[in-house]
């Protein structure tokens, strides 16, 4: 019922020549007609060159981060509407490395997600605990937090979907266990049933995040609540990134 997507995040990574080669490298491997959308979130100055190298394949084009104002004096910043320019059709919210490193608060993660669901694209709102929130049993709590902040029945559900990061598990070389992901993934479902409603929440997909590699793909998304995956380091290189479609592809 709910379609697959294997996300990759590409951070601060790939000058032009190396972009093309990683792009080509999936493409050649890549089924054009599997059953699961595949996007790539590259840096913003490689969008333009990466959406013509895509063009033609079932590869969607993202974003990493986005400005929640349509224009104005924000030095650096790019908008909405810009990055649809380039041929962006997700964009991802609140990746936890925008929460702990640059200090991106609730209130501005709910801005930008209304500015991107208003501008027509998708929102890829991200959510997780840290290592100390975990162990001190408060996951579920800081997951509703994130969740209750940040959407409300003003934020289409067509146009959102959630990833489920660990913040312990993300380019720590640690996972969390398939146990581990699906608790977190059911909760959340349910949880967003309460901001929409049951149906609304079952059709919303959830990707898990944090440390996904060719090896355990397969072990996570056969849960039956992950949609799908973002990928960090394992998007960066091409048989590795292919080898977590095909995982998904396998377990659909
Ligand atoms: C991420 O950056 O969203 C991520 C999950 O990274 P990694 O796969 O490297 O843990």
Sequence with gaps: MRKPMIAGNWKMHKTLTEARTLVAGVLDKLDESAEVDVLI???????FPMAKSIANSKIMLGAQNVHEEAS????????????????????LVG???????????????????????QGGLIAIYCIGETLEDREAGRTTVVIDQQIDEVLASDVSAEHLIIAYEPVWAIGT????????A????AHIRTRLGSVYDEATAQKLRILYGGSV??????????????????????????EDFTAIISAVLAAA
């Excluded at 699906?182 to 993934?185: A, F, G, L, P």
């Excluded at 397969?218 to 995956?229: C, E, H, K, M, R």
């Design 213 to 238: 590699k060719p090896g355990n793909a397969a072990s996570l998304l056969t849960q039956v609540d992950i949609d799908g995956a973002l990928v960090g380091g394992a998007c960066l290189v091409a």
């Design 182 to 185: 699906q608790d977190v993934h």
């Design 41 to 47: 979130c590259p840096p913003v100055q490689l969008l």
């Design 173 to 180: 070389g640690k996972t969390a266990s398939p146990e581990q």
């Design 95 to 117: 990746h936890s490395e925008r929460r702990h490193v640059f200090g991106e608060s609730g209130d501005r993660l709910a801005k930008k997600v209304r500015a991107v669901v």
């Design 72 to 91: 104005g004096a924000y030095t650096g910043e790019v908008s909405v509407a810009m990055l649809k320019d380039t041929g962006c059709s997700h964009i």
